[in-house]
């Protein structure tokens, strides 16, 4: 099973950006998908999830309203889109998949937010 996260970089405040978890060795639909941010000062944070149930999703109060959590079943992909992006953004970026006893992780992906 892999998790592979991308589209992270350098974006100026109020900038957008789309993250891309592309998974591999099980399908994604199966899985409750979340979006974590790790910093090395707050820690890792859960900031959106993407339910298996057919439930909406759930957003951090941090980024509600800027980002969106979606999914490409075509792709087995899982999308992040973050906009109106501010400095307190900067994080590394990791999605993460639940499930059937299993509990699977990508690298990550930098994203910073700077002017």
């Known amino acids: 099973v892999q998790l592979v996260e991308s589209g992270g970089g350098l974006v100026q405040p109020g900038g957008s950006l789309r993250l891309s978890c592309a998974v591999s060795?099980?399908?994604?639909?199966?899985?409750?998908m979340r979006w974590y941010r790790q910093t090395s000062g707050v820690g890792r944070e859960l900031i959106a999830t993407?339910?298996?149930?057919?439930?909406?999703?759930i957003y951090a109060d941090s980024v509600k309203g800027r980002f969106t959590i979606s999914g490409d079943n075509a792709k087995n992909t899982v999308i992040l889109q973050m906009n109106n992006l501010e400095p307190e953004d900067t994080a590394v970026y990791l999605c993460?998949?639940?499930?059937?006893?299993?509990?699977?992780w990508g690298q990550g992906t930098q994203v910073t937010v700077s002017s």
């Open positions: 993460n998949a639940r499930g059937h006893s299993r509990n699977y």
């Open positions: 993407l339910s298996n149930a057919g439930l909406a999703p």
């Open positions: 060795g099980i399908t994604f639909t199966n899985y409750v």
